[in-house]
């Protein structure tokens, strides 16, 4: 009672310091979010000691050291040093130059030394005891974006790893109040430019706070095309920005000489080659401003022209985000304007300043957003993993109530039409608990035996296999679905042959869901490299580039009356887990191309895993126990046994452990999930009981799903069993195991 109400304890300390640190972390970040400058952070150091010392973190001094680059690397340090009685602090702020703090700044590493006395490698401890006017043992500095945090303390080993990364923490909240700073600064020395002009000053102010408030790219783009021509400061902008190694056009628009109306001209997505002649590339190459009067062979002369540049100014102007050009915005007027167009252009400066900050805030945005979409992405599959792993059981129980059965049949009755129908059944049987296993693994993650698979037989298979589906319902609705099968001449390719059935299946499927009016559908392969290419084109509506995008989702779907949205997402698993890639091309109204890049198999040829030896002499006498929750797997299980094994059939662990106390049996069958003691439970205090018995877990869950601990037993058997003699030969195993433990003693 005592070590629960310890760890009880334990729990509410360790809940009540995350609450404290969460608490903490809140406060800083609110506090940093409203600097304005950087002495603001005096009221941050206050927040911080007052803060760590709810903690529980104890230090007798603190610093906040600030690096300003500005001033050489000159430091603002705001000490803290708790008095002598303990009943306060004592406050320091001056400015020093200090190497150390510097280098350590300029590391980004955390450097924490806990026992100078013992050890004192850099040779700080008796400067540290000066400015301090105490001795030190433990010294930890954490940096920040725009400098550290300092702790001393007078004993040894004072900081855990816990408390140093609740400070990591602390550093990064931090340092995110610095660099809003610098944004701040940053806009308000642009506002003050923009100031200083007469009457632009009202236009470039309203266009900068209205680019800075918005976060998506277009609007950004729009507004700035917009209401640089609204506001009278151009009639003509054209905005192109870099894209890789293009600088691409994205607006351009223009006010018209005779009626002064705004025109959107059509030249967007004009792309040109940053390595290429054309003047936007070359501003983007050279960085600079540059006017050009009359006609340069360097404009595109298919929206241009020496006629109408004649007595014409353009005017180039690159915008950066440091020493990058990340776009380029061109203006032009007539040669009578050029020193008013000059005048405002430098005027602009500030503007192309807070328009490099709005796309860069716009690019961060975005990024996040990816991000968190991922992480959206990440956790449906996790949601979709446990369902996928819980829906596997329970199919697979009942898939042994089929499977079994018909085996059964097929090895009792005689060779005629009621055998092949047995075995038709036992058949589908395995593909179901195949497509089953498949897919908790494609969802979950989950490894596959992989060997050499013969890509062509298997392409021939399925369209022989799915002709009702293509052809047959098609023609009945009055339509056409033609298949065309290229070369499959290929090296063999590492898959499993299965899998390989269902990813096209799947593919073959979706091609035919995507033609509801006929169309055709082509399967063709090559080898590339160390990988084979195969191609499954349709000629179908096609998708939208967010219907692509998110293809692969698990459940989604287009289709409005069927589908689960399972189909592409497990064939992108099992593609995955195979090493390969899948990728998709299509164009609303032409059709869809899927490509499968398989990794060769480099081993020898041969998909067949090696058969059991029948000359194995299985053992035909014994006792055996059957315990599961499930009737239908221990009925089966009893008929398949008891022919060759006395069989005793439990259903509940007491039940169980008190026929082993009382009766001696060789081998246990045990399902892993039972509703009142899990099985590796049970197995053990089976054990404990007759450490003779041969223990054999049965499940329908994945052998690799986390805790399921397999240790207890001795053997495996996969719900449902594939084959009728594996589970009597495990039986078989268990038995003779059995007697060989009774023997030794």
């Known amino acids: 009672m005592g070590e629960k109400g310890s760890a009880a304890e334990d729990e509410t300390l360790l809940s009540a310091t995350a609450d404290t640190e969460a608490a903490l972390l809140s ?29 529980g973190i104890s230090f007798l001094d603190y610093g906040l050291n600030v690096i ?86 007078d004993k040894a080993d004072a900081f855990s790893p816990q408390e140093i990364e609740i400070l990591i923490r602390v550093s990064q909240v931090i340092s995110e109040g610095f660099r809003r700073t610098e944004d701040l600064e940053r806009l ?70 005779d009626d002064d109306k705004k025109v959107i001209e059509n030249k967007l997505g004009l792309r040109y080659a940053l390595s290429g002649d054309n003047i936007s590339a070359y501003i ?18 298919t929206v241009s022209s020496p006629e109408r540049m004649a007595n014409h100014v353009a005017y180039f102007l690159p915008v950066k985000k440091g020493d990058e050009v990340i776009a380029v915005l061109a203006t032009g007027s007539d040669l009578e304007d050029k020193n008013k167009i000059l005048t405002r252009i430098h005027a602009m400066q500030p503007l192309l300043n807070q328009v490099a900050i709005a796309l860069e805030h716009a690019r961060l945005y975005k990024e996040r957003q990816e ?104 023609e009945a609705r009055g339509h056409q679905v033609g298949i065309h099968i290229g070369s499959l001449e290929l090296p063999f390719i590492r898959a499993s042959e299965s899998g390989l059935y269902n990813v096209v299946v ?75 890639r899948i990728e998709v091309e299509s164009l609303v109204g032409t059709g869809t191309t899927f490509t499968l890049r398989l990794p060769i198999w480099g081993g020898e040829e041969g998909g067949v895993v090696a058969e059991e030896d029948d000359s194995v002499q299985m053992l035909t006498d014994g006792r055996v126990l059957l315990i599961d929750d499930d009737e239908m797997v221990l009925s089966v299980l009893e008929r398949i046994l008891r022919k060759r094994y006395e069989v005793k059939v439990c259903r509940g662990a007491d039940e169980i452990l008190k026929v082993v106390e009382s009766e001696s049996y060789d081998v246990a069958l045990i399902d892993w999930g039972m509703p009142d003691m899990l099985g590796d439970e049970l197995a053990e205090k089976i054990r404990a009981i007759d450490p003779r018995i041969a223990l ?22 996969a719900k449902p069993f594939g084959q009728l003699d594996l589970v009597r030969k495990t039986v078989s195993d268990g038995v003779s195991l059995s007697r060989r433990r009774a023997q030794k003693g």
């Not at 200083?196 to 507004?223: C, H, N, P, V, Y």
Request: charged share 30%; net charge negative; with cysteine.
């Open 68 to 153: 300003d680059e500005s001033e050489q690397l000159s430091v603002l340090r705001i000490v803290h040093s708790r008095c002598a009685d303990g009943t306060g602090w004592s406050i320091r702020r001056f400015r020093q130059r200090s190497k150390n703090i510097t280098a350590m700044w300029r590391s980004g590493r955390v450097y924490y030394r806990p026992n100078l006395e013992a050890e004192d490698i850099d040779g700080v401890k008796q400067a540290i005891r000066d400015d301090v006017q105490h001795a030190v043992q433990s010294v930890l500095d954490v940096p920040f974006s725009h400098g550290t945090l300092a702790f001393n303390s």
């Open 284 to 301: 983007v190459r050279k960085g600079e401003f540059e006017v050009i009067e009359g006609w340069d062979k360097r404009f595109d002369d």
């Open 696 to 717: 054999v877990l049965m499940s329908g869950w994945s052998i690799g799903d986390e805790g399921m601990p397999t240790s207890a037993f001795d053997s495996y058997l």
């Open 188 to 257: 308000r020395a642009a506002n003050e430019q923009l100031r200083e002009k007469e009457r632009l000053l009202t236009a470039f102010q309203r266009i900068g706070e209205s680019l800075l408030a918005s976060l998506d790219r277009d609007e950004i783009l729009d507004k700035l095309a917009e209401e640089v021509v609204d506001a009278g400061i151009f009639r003509s902008l054209m905005v192109a920005l870099v894209d890789g190694e293009y600088i691409e056009v994205v607006r351009s628009l223009y006010v018209d000489a």
């Open 371 to 474: 991000q968190s979409r991922q992480l959206v992405h990440l956790e449906r599959l996790r949601a979709v993993g446990e369902m996928a792993a819980g829906i596997s059981h329970n199919l697979n129980n009942i898939l042994v109530g089929i499977l079994g059965p018909s085996q059964s049949l097929c090895e009792e009755l005689p060779a005629g039409p009621w055998r092949e129908e047995a075995g038709d059944i036992a058949t589908a049987a395995k593909r179901a608990a195949d497509i089953v296993r498949r897919l908790n693994e494609s969802v979950r993650g989950l490894q596959e035996q992989v060997l050499a698979v013969d890509v062509e037989p298997v392409v021939h298979a399925v369209v022989r296999n799915t002709r009702p589906r293509w052809k047959d319902i098609p």
């Open 27 to 55: 406060q800083l970040r609110q506090r940093v979010w409203e600097m304005r400058h950087p002495e603001d952070i005096e009221t941050v150091a206050e927040l911080l000691r007052d803060g760590l010392d709810r903690l």
């Open 506 to 580: 799947n593919l073959i499927f979706n091609a035919v869901d995507a033609m509801p009016n006929g169309g055709s559908l082509s399967i063709e392969g090559r080898c590339v490299g160390d990988e084979v290419e195969l191609k499954v084109s349709d000629t179908g509506t096609g998708m939208d580039e967010e219907t692509r995008r998110r293809i692969f989702e698990p459940f989604f779907t287009t289709k409005a009356d069927v589908g689960t949205g399972l189909g592409l997402s497990t064939v992108y698993g099992t593609i995955e887990n195979w090493g390969g």
